[in-house]
């Protein structure tokens, strides 16, 4: 590795005491969510609002070159409903700015225990203060069952809040320990949440906890603005409503790490799985989808 590469993804001293210890590495192993210590300045959080209000106001510095079939995106026709809009890293420089910070990548690596970690998707989101509307419900899923084209395991999410996050605010809640579960089989796994009816999810989170014995849970993360909420692609995780008197804003981050590839996934019927970056990243010498691709999935630390 050359010291460009090497400087780029090196940590201050200061850094490196706000990464996970070894007994919390271990307590993510076996409950399959951290809160991290403050990783983002104020001022760093202040500026993903500000140009988060700019993307909003029609500010991108590119475009997808094409709208891939299962893509999330809010535009002002559609209303005051739960926004969400993938790719920001993408579009926006300003996020990405600062979503890249290595030590971001460094936490994450920790956890999942990884020589490398690369940015998989990110979704800008933005939960009004309308408890009755039912976007503002996030129902119970992992991560896991929309990657299914994922080689690896070991991918994990980063939710960033833009302020102090609690429950009035309906933050992310976990389901503790599901990240181990067993699943019941015969599930179509692939479909996403929006798709599907909340109770059937809830149906299906009682049918997977009975399954493996175990007991649902929910653990709320309380984030102070600045810390970060990281879970396991396997966790069963959700969000209630807003109660607040102001928006809920965040970035949920999407991480996989170095050894990720892309795999042939088919659905119970025979169809094979696509993902959204399938129609986008470049090809591999064997014409598969390369999840390495710069362009969509940088590299946000290497050890």
Not at 210 to 225: D, T
Not at 258 to 282: A, E, Q, S
Request: glycine letters at 4%.
């Amino acid at each position: 590795m050359t010291a460009e590469l090497t400087d780029q993804f090196a940590l201050t001293e200061a850094e490196r005491a706000l990464l996970p210890t070894d007994d919390e590495v271990a307590q993510y192993a076996a409950h399959g969510w951290y809160l991290s210590r403050k990783l983002f300045t104020d001022s760093e959080i202040d500026a993903l609002v500000e140009a988060t209000e700019r993307f909003y106001a029609g500010h991108t510095d590119r475009r997808l070159p094409l709208r891939p079939p299962n893509l999330a995106y809010w535009t002002p026709e559609k209303g005051d409903v739960q926004r969400h809009n993938d790719y920001i890293h993408y579009e926006s420089d300003e996020v990405a700015a600062i979503l890249r910070k290595p030590l971001l990548g460094a936490v994450a690596a920790r956890l999942a225990q990884a020589d490398e970690i690369r940015v998989w998707q990110s979704t800008l989101i933005f939960k009004p203060p309308r408890p009755e509307e039912a976007s503002n419900q996030v129902p119970w899923h992992m991560d896991r069952h929309y990657w299914q084209t994922c080689a690896s395991e070991r991918m994990l999410t980063a939710f960033i809040p833009f302020h102090d996050c609690d429950e009035r605010m309906g933050t992310i809640t976990m389901v503790d320990g599901s990240h181990a579960w067993t699943e019941v089989p015969g599930d179509d796994s692939t479909r996403h949440f929006a798709q599907r009816d909340r109770a059937e999810l809830e149906e299906l989170l009682a049918a997977n906890a009975a399954h493996n014995g175990a007991e649902v849970r929910k653990v709320p993360m309380i984030i102070p603005k600045g810390h970060v909420s990281f879970h396991h692609c396997r966790t069963y995780h959700g969000s209630g409503a807003n109660l607040a008197d102001v928006p809920r804003r965040a970035v949920s981050l999407h991480l996989q790490d170095g050894d990720n590839r892309f795999r042939p996934f088919l659905k119970p019927d025979g169809t094979p799985v696509f993902y959204n970056h399938d129609v986008l990243v470049r090809r591999t010498e064997d014409g598969l989808p390369d999840y390495a691709d710069q362009n969509y999935c940088p590299t946000l630390w290497r050890k």
